[in-house]
């Protein structure tokens, strides 16, 4: 089980949950086409396994290849993929499946509880103002993301701060505080290489005194290694709640699902020992794996918050798992 330093208790493993009904599962709304045009690219890969299995009347060794085949090229991830095709072929047994459209039916249950429940950004029940740390490897997305997030939540009501704790690059402050004023969302910043603790003290003043209620914090990317990373958010972690007490209240992992696998090797790294709550997989709109998002909903064990759509500021999506499924499928 992972270990959170916040205090939470952990999800429960989603694969000891039992699937709910088939009937509950199923009585999903029919999704908007239009919503999810960005996972055209991976629908193909689901669409031809869905006319692969639907055609099939009884259920061959050559579906199971084909199925194997599919997850995996959709970027499942080898051992979600394994698992799944056991549990599947479980199910065949156990409940006397006849069909491929039977296991069509089935692997939708079983890819949508891999992906629990949705989940939303958790605010503080204590302060005023919410905290919210967002962490990944350069280029994955992080600073467009913030935007994005700062972008929705405004809209919502919320009075957004953002702090430029990715002070490594001056390029990265001025990424933000661009996206700042065309969002219209204040972005309080440092010099390059200052200290980036020293920018969240001063954005949690600032949040305060100018009445703030979410402040989300960029970080580096450049924290390659476990323990930077964790030294690092330790301070940070300190600083905060010495505004407040219960914060940070979420730190999400910003994940690229187009670099697949390996970034989830990196993330899970990370995951174990940092008290991840949740992650956010960008760039679904360009590539065609993005069935990414059950290997990393299966191997980190924490929620899936949003998903990036594009590159524009309203292209950020909450993640909706039964919608999710139904639109592969679709
Ligand atoms: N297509 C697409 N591009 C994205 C998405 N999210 C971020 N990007 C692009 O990815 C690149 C890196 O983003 P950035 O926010 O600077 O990453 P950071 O280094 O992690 O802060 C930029 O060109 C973004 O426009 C997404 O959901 N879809
Ligand atoms: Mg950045």
């Known amino acids: 089980m992972l270990n959170r330093f916040f205090g939470q208790k952990p999800q429960e493993d989603p694969k000891k949950q039992k699937p709910e009904p088939a009937s509950e599962q199923q009585a999903e709304q029919p999704v908007p086409e239009q919503r999810f045009s960005f996972l055209n690219r991976t629908r193909q890969i689901f669409g031809r396994l869905g006319n692969a299995v639907q055609e099939t009347d009884t259920i061959t060794d050559s579906l199971w290849d084909e199925l ?23 199910r065949v047994s156990d409940e006397n499946l006849q069909t491929g459209s039977q296991v069509q039916y089935a692997l939708r249950e079983e890819l949508s509880t891999l992906l629990g429940k949705s989940s939303s950004l958790r605010f503080s029940k204590q302060s005023p103002l919410t905290v919210i740390l967002v962490i990944g490897v350069n280029g994955s997305g992080k600073t467009t993301t913030i935007a994005k997030m700062a972008y929705r939540l405004s809209q919502e009501g919320h009075q957004v701060m953002l702090a430029a704790g990715d002070t490594f690059r001056a390029a990265a402050i001025d990424q933000l505080q661009e996206w700042g004023n065309r969002i219209q969302v204040p972005v309080i ?3 390059p290489n200052s200290d980036p603790g020293a920018v969240v003290f001063d954005a949690l003043q600032a949040a305060q005194s100018r009445g703030s209620d979410v402040l989300i914090v960029d970080t580096a990317g450049r924290l390659h290694t476990k323990f930077n990373l964790m030294e690092e958010l330790k301070k940070i972690n300190k600083i905060i709640q010495k505004f407040v007490p219960d914060g940070p209240h979420e730190l999400l992992m910003v994940i690229d699902a187009t670099t697949g696998q390996n970034a989830l090797l990196q993330a899970r790294k990370f995951a174990e020992d940092i008290g991840l709550t949740g992650v956010v997989i960008t760039k679904l709109d360009s590539t065609a794996k993005g069935g990414f ?3 990393v909903a299966d191997d980190l064990g924490v929620p899936i918050k949003f998903i990036g759509t594009g590159e524009k500021v309203e292209n950020l999506m909450p993640f909706e798992p039964q919608n999710f499924v139904a639109a592969l499928f679709a």
Do not use: N
């Open 68 to 90: 194997e085949e599919s997850l995996l090229g959709a970027d499942v991830g080898p051992s979600t993929t394994l698992w799944l095709i056991e549990r599947l072929r479980q």
């Open 189 to 191: 910043s440092q010099k």
């Open 293 to 295: 998002a059950f290997a």
